[in-house]
Structure formats: C-alpha cells, structure tokens
C-alpha cells in the first residue's frame, strides 16, 4: 500500500522537500493557503550557505539552476554607523559560489515550483486542524470546511504552525518589530540610493534599532527597520514621518532610503520559539522550519528549514516501510544540529540590537572574515 504523506506548507522547506521526495519516487501532496504561487510577494533575497541550502538544492538536483539564478555579488555587505561612516565592507571574489550568493526568495520557490508534477501542489487550502484516525493516518480540515486524509503529516507551515500543536505547546518569545517598505527601480530612480547599498546588503547600525537595505534582482530594494520596540502597537509605525523621527539625527543620505519608499510600511512583530526546544516523536507526524524551530532572522532560517527537508527526505527514503523510524532519527539529528544554530542566532539578534551594536557586529564580521583567527 502507497503511504500517503501529507505537507503543510508551500514554502522553501516544504517544496524541497516534496521535490526530494520526488526524486525518490515517492509522492508526496503539498498544501499551501494561498490561491496561486503569485498571490503575494515572496519578501527579499536569501543567501545560501553551502553546508545547508545549497546542500539540499544539490539534493534536490537543482544546484545548477540555482547558480544560474542566483547573484554571488549579492553576498557584497556594507555596515555604517549613523552619521554615514563606513565600518566595514565586504566584497566577494567576482563570479564566486563558493561563499554565500544571493538569491531573490520569489526566484527559489519560483524555481523550486517548476521542478514539481503540476499537482503536488494543492493551493487554497490553509489547514486548521488536524486528527489522530482511528486506523492511524491523520484526518485535515482546512479552513473552507475540506477535509482529506493522509499516513504522514508533515509541518512546514511555519512560525504559526497548526501542526506543531499535535507535539508541542511551546510557547514564542518576543525578538524584536520589523519594518518593511520598497523602493522600486532604484538605478534610475534613485542612483544615489543605488550606489550607497550596491549590488548586496547595507546595515546601518545604531543604538537599539537598525535601518537596512537590500539589493533585489528585479532591480528594487528592500529597506528595513529593526527595532527593540516590544509594547508599542505596530500602527505607531505605519507613518514614513514617524519612522523618520525614529532616526532624527542620522545621516540624511541613510534616512533617504526611507523617503524614497514606494510602498507604505509594514511593520510586524518578530518571535522566536526558545533555544533547544524538543518534542517527544509521535507516530506519523513530524516538523520542519520555523515550525520546528523559529529562530531570530538573521541569515539561518530558510537555509535550516531546506537542510531538514534534505535530511528528512533522505530517512524516509533510507526506511519506505517503516516511516516512523525514519522520522524519529531524522528529529534527533535535527535537534543536535538546530541547538547550537538556534544559540547563536539568538546571541547575533540580540547583539544587533544593543546598546554597543556597531562595534560588536564590526567585531563579528572581522573575526569571520579573518581565516587566521583561532580564538
């Protein structure tokens, strides 16, 4: 009998993992709450580390599309303080994949979409709830009342994860408020603009908040806001005249990426489940990603979430008649791995938003960028 194996959950970790899957010759069905894959913008650029993205789009067989699609010049980074001095700037070796190239977030699921059977993919179904069937499997209820039914569910469906409620009750922490806008065709529109963040990412660091940019393929740039702003109610920062006198003092050619915005901004809480958050394994039912494991944002989140889909894929394949073994060796090495990753994305995420900020991050980009250094 084909064991039916269930994904909630269309985003990066949960389409790599279906396209592993099917690389294995097993079927899997992905279920994604929205009505079609360009229903809304897919947010910024990621960049892929070699050990864990790249790893598992080479696993997926995708590793050569992705470098043809991917930007090895996105890696270049910029940090200033807030009167504009640079602190640090990174370049990359031109035409190098071996560090971490950027990729826009719509490109990957783009490119992982087309790499599907056209009805893996079931859209307009955000699941609700989901029950233990009495002959085993699971019974899904989605929002608009369908039901459908599988042997193994899978929960890729991220920071508001319904299927993490069947293993955990695990309680989010508050990180910090984020705030997004766009600044579209920004080389002939605003070539200053363009030239100060370049073809990668700028941070400009200050006391508790941080304004940043970031170069998209489409030619746009994603500007955000990071703050340390728990208990004001987002709608304090949907103004540009309040942001702007967030950052009253900085440099007028950093707080410009703000004026320049086209869109309004969008502000939203950040959260992250605590460090070395585990579960006990439950037959027929596991996590991947930020269901599994929320971490601050700061570069690992969709790197980890495509890893476990890989090494998940690869237990089940290992062991197609006894799924359960394979699910629970896959959650002990993911645990193992996630701990010290989770650790250390909650130190740099509090670090970028301290008081001392500038100096500590310049510390951290010279000590990783310095091969020599032991300590």
């Known amino acids: 009998m084909t064991t039916r194996i269930a994904i909630a959950g269309g985003g990066l970790g949960g389409l790599t993992l279906a396209r592993i899957l099917h690389r294995h010759g097993i079927d899997a069905v992905v279920y994604d709450r929205e009505a079609n894959r360009s229903a809304r913008l897919q947010g910024g650029s990621l960049d892929l580390h070699p050990e864990s993205g790249q790893r598992a789009l080479d696993e997926a067989g995708l590793g050569g599309r992705f470098r043809s699609a991917a930007r090895p010049e996105g890696e270049e980074h910029r940090i200033l303080d807030p009167t504009g001095r640079t602190l640090v700037h990174h370049v990359p070796r031109p035409g190098s994949f071996s560090g971490r190239p ?31 069937r009495l002959d085993a499997g699971w019974e899904l209820t989605f929002h608009d009342g369908q039901r459908a039914g599988c042997d193994i569910l899978i929960g890729a469906d991220g ?44 941070w400009c660091v200050g006391v508790n908040q941080i304004l940043s940019a970031q170069r998209l393929g489409d030619g746009s740039l994603r500007v955000g806001i990071s703050l340390r702003a728990e208990g004001q109610p987002l709608d304090t920062y949907r103004s540009k005249p309040a942001l702007l006198d967030i950052f009253a003092g900085w440099a007028p050619r950093v707080t410009a990426l703000i004026e320049a915005a086209d869109s309004p901004p969008t502000p939203r809480l950040i959260e992250a489940m605590p460090t070395g958050t585990r579960w006990a394994s439950r037959p027929g ?91």
């Open 285 to 375: 039912v596991t996590l991947i990603g930020d269901a599994a494991h929320l971490m601050p944002p700061v570069g690992e989140g969709a790197n980890q979430a495509m890893l476990d889909a890989a090494e998940l894929a690869g237990h089940l394949a290992a062991n197609p008649t006894d799924a359960n073994t394979a699910i629970r060796a896959y959650e002990e090495s993911m645990f193992a791995r996630i701990h010290p990753i989770a650790d250390m994305s909650a130190r740099v995420q509090a670090m970028m938003l301290s008081p001392t900020a500038a100096e500590d991050i310049v510390r951290f980009f010279t000590r990783a960028e310095d091969p020599a250094r032991e300590d």
């Open 159 to 202: 920071a508001r994860s319904v299927v993490r409620s069947l293993l955990t009750d695990v309680e989010m922490s508050y990180v910090s408020t984020v705030v997004e806008l766009n600044v579209e065709d920004v080389d002939r529109r605003h070539p200053d603009l363009a030239e100060l963040v370049g073809p990668g990412n700028l």
């Open 102 to 132: 950027e990729i826009d977030r719509g490109a990957l699921r783009d490119l992982l979409l087309d790499s599907l059977p056209g009805d893996t993919v079931v859209w307009r179904h955000r699941l609700v709830a989901a029950e233990r």
